[in-house]
């Protein structure tokens, strides 16, 4: 195995030698186990599945809850001609059946999807018929309550790794504390021996914070920038408009510079990315939607403008720097006065009590079946789609309901070929059920609906076997076939619960987890400002150790403690220009005019039930969004 290994490393990729720690992961897989790589950003985690795969018998099914991810990974596993595929909303159904009827004949041996796909019904039927050898987990830390970013959905991959029998798991993350780590393992039964981590301390980043009020700050950006414009930077902020007024400021001032966030199309989004790794551009102004799975190894400067939302998404931003190992410079200018919008992420994500017995009310009506629309029932009980799968989530633990599949209420298609030619390919009983499906939809002009129940009673055929001809037609290229309408699928298994009692526990948990998330932004300020050194401070958050030495070259290091600044003065809040603020918007909210709603409102967080009245555009939203939400709050409960 030896050989073979290093030979694999040096004719498919290219490396003459392992970075610290992948040997170790990628020989534990290959002996047959399942295994955790802790790596800080850029030290090569992706390998550590990739290398496996290419000498795993079946495929490697590889998780990300990133799109932008999977296709830069997806480019290089292409470069470098190995089999392998993405899943994703952007791909056309024609594409979609493509990588699947590749899997399904063995021809991948890497597919990255999202963890949503595995509730997905035309994947599931698929699935099923794929050897699959390794599930590689990337951003495995998602998975954790504890985490910095957890996503609900990821608390199910142990589930689906036993539904499908999959007999290997790999995990991989950049910023696990010691308690997240030991979390994401004990849910997949990895043992703490096979859980490598090899340290977040990198000696080539000078980590500063410098103190800066709001208005100095661009003129200091403008300074460092221009002390070395040919080296490639990050700069980050926090809101989307910032990014956009930021990058044209620095262009007027003759330095080039892009914005990059999430709020941009696709393909302006791509072209800034490849002009960026390609050296056509050298600064990006991006919200922290830049950056995931750019492996760019000159960056030298990464600057915080304002706040990152925690010391996990600060040591993956700064570790996108000085990934060739020569000095990097990560400053954060050190300016208290945006603390409420990053709280303000928070308190948009904590719905209401009312919001939760909404849902609660829901499956207490329901049978033993429950079917819903996430984003319909998002919009009628005020709670953003992702704290509502996570609520969703937690009934699920608490045994109120379980997850079954999802499927799509309307599946449609359009004939590539006559349809008496489709009925031509088959013969005896096949034929029979060919034309009875194709006799039950019912053609609009271009497009064709399927109508499952009407196939079913003119045939005894199941979904299942009308979903699979479906496919088959596909991949055939005799139709073009699209999925609409998403349903998810829940069994109700006790729905004698006390909607009171729920409601109240449910909500409780929530207001946990806010108060978690509240107090990791604190602690990142704490963090900043340390009277001892920061390299040493950010290693131990981590559970590293790193000496008793100082790194020599941070802020502290060099000039001692530093205190943020506060620079934007607030006026007091009073009754009357309170009162004047909310006057549009109470009509509009109605019976909804709660302090909650009224509160998130004023300081601009969006929630669901904005969208639906589009509250942005009405007189006050958004007015006192430089005041913390809970003085908002605490002010209208007066």
């Known amino acids: 195995m030896d050989n073979t290994v290093k030979n694999t490393l040096q004719s498919t990729f290219g490396f003459d030698s392992f970075h610290t720690g992948q040997e170790t992961v990628i020989r534990r897989i290959l002996n047959g186990k399942s295994a955790a790589a802790i790596f800080p950003t850029g030290a090569g985690k992706s390998l550590c599945y990739q290398l496996p795969a290419l000498m795993l018998p079946g495929m490697t099914l590889v998780v990300s809850p990133l799109l932008s991810l999977m296709k830069d990974q997806l480019v290089f596993l292409l470069s470098r001609n190995i089999p392998a595929g993405r899943l994703d909303s952007s791909l056309s159904s024609e594409e979609y059946s493509a990588v699947m009827a590749k899997a399904v004949r063995g021809e991948l041996k890497i597919l990255m999807i999202s963890v949503e796909r595995f509730r997905n019904e035309r994947f599931r039927n698929y699935l099923k018929d794929i050897n699959v050898s390794l599930l590689a987990v990337d951003e495995a830390h998602c998975i954790s309550e504890w985490g910095h970013n957890f996503r609900p959905e990821y608390l199910r991959l142990p589930d689906y790794r036993r539904e499908f029998g999959i007999s290997q798991v790999l995990l991989l993350t950049a910023t696990a504390t010691g308690t997240v780590a030991d979390d994401m393992c004990r849910k997949f039964g990895i043992s703490s021996e096979d859980c490598i981590s090899t340290g977040f301390y990198r000696s080539n980043l000078h980590l500063k914070v410098t103190p800066l009020e709001e208005t100095g700050k661009r003129m200091k950006l403008l300074k460092d920038l221009s002390e070395s414009p040919e080296d490639p930077a990050i700069v980050y902020v926090t809101l989307q408009k910032t990014a956009e007024n930021l990058a044209h400021y620095l262009n007027r001032e003759g330095v080039e510079a892009a914005p990059f966030?999430?709020?941009?199309?696709?393909?302006?989004?791509?072209?800034?990315?490849?002009?960026?790794?390609?050296?056509?551009?050298?600064?990006?102004?991006?919200?922290i939607a830049f950056g995931m799975g750019i492996d760019k190894r000159n960056i030298r400067r990464v600057i915080h403008y304002d706040l990152p939302k925690s010391l996990e998404n600060y040591s993956q931003e700064i570790g996108r720097a000085g990934r060739d190992g020569r000095t990097s410079h990560c400053v954060v200018y050190g300016d208290k006065s945006n603390l409420p919008v990053l709280e303000n992420f928070v308190y948009g994500d904590t719905p209401d009590r009312q919001a939760v017995r909404t849902v609660l009310c829901h499956i207490k009506e329901s049978s033993r079946q429950w079917e819903v629309k996430l984003t319909e029932l998002s919009r009628e009980s005020n709670i953003r789609t992702l704290p509502l799968k996570t609520l969703l989530v937690y009934l699920s633990i608490k045994g109120i309901i379980e997850p079954r599949h999802t499927f799509f209420q309307e599946y449609s298609f359009k004939y590539l070929i006559d349809p008496e030619d489709i009925i031509g390919q088959f013969r005896d009983e096949r034929q029979v059920f060919v034309k009875a499906l194709l006799d039950n939809c019912i053609t609009r002009k271009v497009w064709t609906t399927?109508?499952?129940?009407?196939?079913?009673?003119?045939?005894?055929?199941?979904?299942?076997r009308i979903l699979k001809a479906l496919e088959y037609f596909q991949e055939k290229q005799w139709i073009d076939l699209t999925a609409r309408q998403a349903v998810e699928v829940y069994s109700v298994l006790n729905g004698a619960f006390d909607l009171e009692v729920l409601s109240d526990e449910m909500f409780r948990l929530f207001k946990k987890k806010e108060k978690t998330e509240i107090e990791r932004i604190h602690n990142m300020i704490r963090f900043f400002e340390k009277d001892s050194c920061l390299n040493r401070n950010l290693a131990l958050y981590f559970g590293e150790?790193?000496?008793?030495?100082?790194?020599g070259h941070c802020s502290y290091c060099e000039k001692g403690q530093v205190r943020l600044s506060h620079s934007r003065r607030m006026s007091p809040l009073t009754k009357e220009s309170v009162s004047e603020l909310i006057e549009d918007i109470l009509p509009r909210l109605g019976s909804l005019a709660s302090s909650e709603n009224l509160a998130k409102f004023l300081c601009g967080i969006n929630m669901p039930l904005f969208t639906s009245i589009r509250a942005k555009s009405i007189n006050g939203f958004g007015s006192l969004e430089g005041h913390p939400y809970g003085d908002v709050k605490a002010f209208l409960e007066l």
């Open 450 to 464: 399927v109508d499952v129940d009407a196939i079913g009673a003119a045939y005894p055929a199941d979904r299942q």
């Open 261 to 287: 966030h999430s709020g941009m199309k696709t393909d302006e989004k791509t072209s800034i990315q490849n002009r960026f790794m390609a050296g056509q551009l050298n600064c990006v102004v991006a919200t």
């Open 545 to 551: 150790k790193i000496g008793s030495e100082n790194c």
